[in-house]
């Protein structure tokens, strides 16, 4: 009875925190730029989680950022987390949260995908691709009307 029940709670481990990313991507950079910014919406469909971090092979580092206003002035400032509520979504916007791809190796270019790699403090490991989308695009091709 008793592996029974250790079994049972390893099986429920994973639903913890589920989060996926739904429509991640970046614009395209021109040559000779040092950041790119990643954007999607996260979505927990079991309990609530933070990510900690992220990395990517094209950058040097990937730092987390919000947007505040202070006065009349718009400005960013790094963060160690983005909260993502149980059952809920959290956005990464343009000119709000948002992840930034810090001492690109390379242009990004439009039609490509980049490997991203979220870190959550209770999920792990998240996978995915950001889709690069023109520069200056403010949403995703397929949002666009």
Known sequence: MRYWLIAAALLALPAWAQVSAEQPWTRATPPGAKVGGGFMKLRSSGAADRVVGASSPVAGRVEMHITVREGDVMKMREVTAFEVPAGGTFELKPGGAHLMLMDLKRPLKKGEKVPLTLK??????????????????????????
Do not use: F, I, S
């Open 120 to 145: 959550l403090e209770k999920g792990g490991e998240l996978k995915l691709e950001l889709t690069v989308e023109e520069m200056g695009a403010r949403q995703p091709a397929h949002q666009r009307h």
